[in-house]
């Protein structure tokens, strides 16, 4: 093994100058960019905080890291499972009556007075593959009724999460028909949000603690959190996105700006308005992954569970029409699992996902390597823009062993 895990020198340089290429050009504020492989890690620091101010990047800088929570809701889920205090097949509505007797629309594009009931409860299974009839749905004519009705009622509010707290969010969503049956299909996003409820009713504490305590505290992530202490506030990036119109950075409003010392209206489990962290923070989680759930200090998951979340639950019928999200892959809990080899980067059993603020975090059980990029700009597409795809291109391009 060389002193560089594996990673050439060159290689190594070159993707310092492709990724702080993006910075120097203006497409990207700043970055902060990781790899670790066999034990060595490597970070890249460029840019500053915000569009023309001094506080660079720095490695311990704070992210809005989005969807990337998603994995984490997983992980607490199924602690709760191993102890059998919640079981994957078993009903939601014991614990969520709001989604008992549930009703199920008849077509996609149908009113929501149109439905059938319920073929089956839905499980925290459904939850965890997102396979429970919730979630981002579209069709070539736009938002069909029931996601606009998501939108228009605040259950789904994209990134900067729902207006309501728990309780009032989940009694907007039993109020709406399942998009197709339980199991039948995977929808994007909702079923993260479900199960972070299911695990703060579950166990009779706010979501965060029962997070703080079971899985940041064990693995050293200190700067994990849907809270930033008021001292610490200056550490936070500042977010942006695309002018539609001129493609200019335009800085994105927060909701909670001035207020991450207090939790959030809804702490989400999908990522609205989601985790806070760093890349040192979310590598030491994701190498729990890689190492079939130990850590330095002990065990956090069995392997059988880390397998369960990091390998592809999906059938060929449910991922119908979602290859702009899963590409020739599929999704385990909380997590994307790739395919077959269609990229340099793409490599079957790396999983992992993006965050829509501008995040990306994978692991390659292959080549034992993590790879982690945080930026500060928005996604507007499914498809990865070319700071994720080029970031990913060097990383593996580096590999000389």
């Not at 992210?63 to 102890?83: D, G, H, Q, W, Y």
């Not at 039948?184 to 949000?193: C, E, H, I, P, S």
């Amino acid at each position: 093994m060389s002193d560089n895990g594996g990673l050439s020198p060159a290689g190594l340089d070159r993707m310092r100058r492709v990724m702080t290429g993006f910075v120097d050009r203006g497409d990207l504020p700043g970055l902060v960019a990781l790899v670790h492989r066999r034990g060595r890690t490597h970070v890249i620091e460029a840019g500053a905080l915000e569009t023309g101010g001094d506080a660079p990047m720095r490695r311990d800088t704070l992210f809005r890291i989005a969807s990337l929570t998603k994995a984490v809701t997983a992980a607490a889920a199924m602690i709760l499972v191993e102890e059998c205090r919640l079981r994957l097949d078993d009903p939601l509505h014991h614990l969520l009556p709001e989604l008992a007797d549930r009703r199920v629309l008849r077509r996609l594009d149908g009113p929501l007075d149109d439905t059938v009931p319920a073929e089956r409860p839905i499980t925290l299974r459904d939850a965890l593959t997102f396979t429970l009839g919730y979630g981002v749905t579209f069709t070539p004519q736009g938002p069909p009724p029931i996601m606009q009705a998501m939108l228009d009622t605040g259950v789904d509010n994209g990134p900067d999460g729902p207006p309501c707290g728990p309780d009032e969010w989940l009694k907007r969503l039993g109020a709406l028909p399942l998009a197709h049956q339980p199991g039948a299909g995977w929808l994007y996003n909702t079923g993260a949000d479900v199960a972070g409820v299911l695990i703060a009713r579950a166990t009779g504490r706010p979501f965060e603690e029962f997070l703080r305590e079971r899985i940041f505290e064990p693995l050293g992530m200190r700067d994990t959190g849907f809270t930033v202490p008021a001292a610490q506030a200056g550490r936070i990036a500042a977010s942006y996105t695309a002018d539609p119109a001129t493609g200019a950075l335009v800085r994105r409003p927060d909701p909670r700006d001035g207020a991450y010392d207090r939790p959030p209206v809804f702490p989400a489990g999908s990522g609205g308005p989601g985790l806070l962290s760093t890349v040192d923070d979310h590598c030491a989680f994701l190498r729990m992954l890689l190492d079939g759930g130990r850590y330095p200090g002990g065990r956090l998951l069995s392997r059988p569970s880390v397998e369960l979340m990091t390998t592809d639950r999906l059938t060929p019928e449910q991922k119908a029409g979602n290859g702009v999200f899963l590409g020739s892959g599929g999704w385990g809990f909380g997590l994307a699992v790739d395919g077959r080899r269609e990229d340099l980067f793409v490599r079957p059993g790396r999983f992992g996902w993006t965050g829509g603020l501008g995040t990306s975090a994978y692991a390659d059980p292959g080549e034992d390597m993590i790879g982690i990029v945080f930026t500060q700009r928005a996604m507007t597409s499914p498809e990865p823009p070319h700071h994720f795809q080029d970031f990913w291109t060097t990383a593996y391009a580096a590999i000389d062993d």
